[in-house]
């Protein structure tokens, strides 16, 4: 079970992560340096007391992840947002990682659905001046952040479009999923059967 401190310390951990290019949170366990008398003279004190009582540790890590990866800019997130959303963030979050494997298959629909409009599936990444068709269906919300994250895990382009795209937008995005990709543990074997088995076709 963690003590209010203990959630006060993950809540700064992962801040630090999610805004921080240098700071790992897996590196250093989830944890910051805090001073307990700090924590105590909180305004905020009885929320992480609260949240410590109520969730175990594996609950509480979740809480806190959602708040940042829901967010448009997970470096802006400050714990008046959790207080204030943070539970509808974990149940958005929560509920993704469920149905995870209908999630995508849903957005693989959507993705050949788009293959109407391009030439190729290797299209889809192509960025040319521009934004590319996948990450141009990230942005208006019709795929995932987890579906766009697992086509990475299998196919890669993302330091291809690191080098290409120079825009705020995408240079912001990458920064998200480099952050948030180490909390997924994706089977990538599956879903590469799934997309060979969508898209072999095509390809």
């Not at 790992?24 to 008398?37: C, I, L, R, S």
Request: with cysteine; hydrophobic share 40%.
């Amino acid at each position: 079970m963690m003590h209010g401190f203990d959630v006060y310390r993950t809540y700064l951990a992962m801040k630090l992560h999610f805004g921080s290019d240098k700071f790992d949170f897996f590196q250093y366990d989830g944890k910051v340096n805090a001073k307990e008398t700090t924590y105590h003279d909180r305004k905020d004190f009885y929320f992480f007391e609260t949240i410590a009582r109520k969730y175990n540790t594996q609950e509480i890590k979740e809480f806190m992840l959602a708040s940042f990866v829901e967010a448009e800019d997970p470096t802006k997130v400050w714990i008046g947002d959790i207080k204030r959303a943070g539970k509808d963030c974990w149940l958005v979050w929560a509920k993704r990682q469920q149905s995870l494997s209908y999630l995508v298959k849903q957005d693989l629909d959507v993705l050949d659905k788009q293959l109407e409009e391009v030439s190729s599936f290797n299209s889809l990444f192509e960025t040319v001046g521009r934004h590319p068709p996948l990450l141009k269906l990230y942005i208006k919300r019709r795929i995932s952040l987890e579906t766009l994250i697992i086509f990475d895990m299998v196919l890669g382009f993302i330091p291809d479009w690191d080098k290409k795209l120079k825009d705020p937008l995408w240079e912001q995005l990458s920064f998200k999923i480099k952050k948030y990709k180490p909390f997924l543990s994706i089977p990538t074997n599956k879903y590469r059967m799934m997309m060979q088995d969508k898209f072999c076709e095509q390809s």
